[in-house]
Structure formats: structure tokens, C-alpha cells
């Protein structure tokens, strides 16, 4: 299995509304990231996990909360978002360090 | 001064041609990686390398570390090329933040 699967590929919620993105990988990579992407703009990095512990934390408002439960699988948990939240969301994961990165395919959302 | 250059931004090709793309950057890197992005889509990495030269299929990516640049070309370019192609280079250690060039936007025409 060489990819990383993102789930849902859509998601449209109210400002109001708890959400969670999915994103899942068996390679055995032990970095994993997300990304937020708006529209003809280049990504920009949010988390980094390594070995399942946060590594770096962009300055991302608490609105969103990432959970890395084992080394398959991370989660972002969103809530309370606004509209210019809305963008497409990019899960990566790599080797250590950082080499040999496969990105999911995104999931875009849309706040309304 | 943006850490990564990316030249052109827009490319308009027709069916068969020979497409490059370049890519100069500023920073000290251990690897650097070609992305491509189709509209609404997500990312494929293309390439990582580190030195000399990859080749994968119609696509051969170079890199000339002492240069700090980096070519993609794409040989009888077909319009499913079409896509964004991302330069994205890493330092490497324990820094796991790329830093992305801001695309090449290629149309391939029939």
C-alpha cells in the first residue's frame, strides 16, 4: 500500500458544527503532516507529527485540534470554523526525515 | 525575496512538445522535491532528489546543488499534462517543513 487516503473528500459544515478529517497510511512512515491549501496558492504546512508526537504546531488557531492515535492514522478535529476556513486540507506523510513524502488526494471544505 | 523562484508561471504548449520548467532556490537543501497538482486536485510527488538526475517515464527531473537549481522536463508533453508543477525543496534534519515554490501552471493544447 503505497498511499495516503483522506477521508471524507468533501465536507461542508456550519460555523457551529464538530467535525473530523481522517487521514490513514500504512508504509510506515512516522511523519505526518497536514496542509491547508486555498485556491491558486501553494500549500501551507499546519501540523507536523513524528513518532505520533506533535513537532510543530504553526500557529494554527485552537478552532483546529490534530490527534495522531497510532502511527497510521491522523485526525483533525474542527469546530467552531469560519468561512475563510474553507480550503482544501492536505494530509502528507514521509520517512524521517522528511524525505519520500506521499500526499492523500486532500478533502475539501467548504464553511459555511 | 521569496525562497524559492519558479519560472515560467504560466506555460502553453501544444501536443508533442518539449516542456521545462525551472526552479532556483536560496536555501541550504538536503533533497528537493517535483509535485504535480491537477486543477481541484490533490498533490503527486513526481520526483525527490538530492543530486545528478531521475527519469520516470516522459519526465527526467535534474538538480545542480552547487547552482541551487532544478529543471523538470516533460518529453512529448500530451495534454493530460496538464496540471501545476510544484518545486519544493527541503532542508532536511529535523526540519520537516518544505518550502513551496508557487507553481507552473502548464496547458497542454491538442
Known amino acids: 500500500d503505497t498511499e495516503v487516503t483522506q477521508t471524507p473528500k468533501h465536507l461542508v459544515m456550519g460555523m457551529t458544527n464538530k467535525k473530523s478529517l481522517k487521514c490513514e497510511q500504512h508504509?510506515?512512515?512516522?511523519?505526518m503532516y497536514w496542509y491547508k491549501q486555498k485556491a491558486k496558492k501553494p500549500p501551507e504546512l499546519m501540523f507536523v507529527y513524528s513518532y505520533e508526537k506533535l513537532s510543530i504546531n504553526e500557529s494554527v488557531p485552537s478552532r483546529f485540534s490534530p490527534e495522531c492515535p497510532n502511527s497510521s492514522l491522523l485526525n483533525l478535529h474542527l469546530h467552531a470554523l469560519q468561512p475563510e476556513d474553507s480550503a482544501l486540507y492536505l494530509c502528507?506523510?514521509?520517512?524521517?526525515?522528511?524525505?519520500?513524502?506521499?500526499f492523500g488526494s486532500g478533502t475539501r471544505l467548504t464553511v459555511v | 525575496k521569496n525562497e524559492v523562484e519558479q519560472s515560467p508561471q504560466n506555460l502553453t504548449a501544444q501536443e508533442g512538445e518539449f516542456i521545462t520548467i525551472n526552479c532556483s532556490y536560496s536555501v541550504g537543501i538536503s533533497a528537493l522535491h517535483w509535485l504535480q497538482q491537477h486543477p481541484g486536485g490533490g498533490i503527486v510527488s513526481l520526483f525527490m532528489?538530492?543530486?545528478g538526475k531521475k527519469k520516470h517515464g516522459r519526465l527526467i527531473a535534474t538538480i545542480n546543488i552547487q547552482e541551487k537549481h532544478s529543471s523538470l522536463h516533460i518529453t512529448a508533453s500530451h495534454p493530460r499534462d496538464s496540471a501545476v508543477y510544484i518545486c519544493a525543496p527541503n532542508s532536511g534534519g529535523s526540519n520537516y517543513k518544505l518550502t513551496f515554490g508557487k507553481g507552473t501552471l502548464l496547458t497542454v493544447n491538442p
Open positions: 532528489l538530492s543530486s
Open positions: 508504509m510506515g512512515h512516522r511523519a
Open positions: 502528507a506523510s514521509s520517512t524521517v526525515p522528511n524525505y519520500g513524502y506521499t
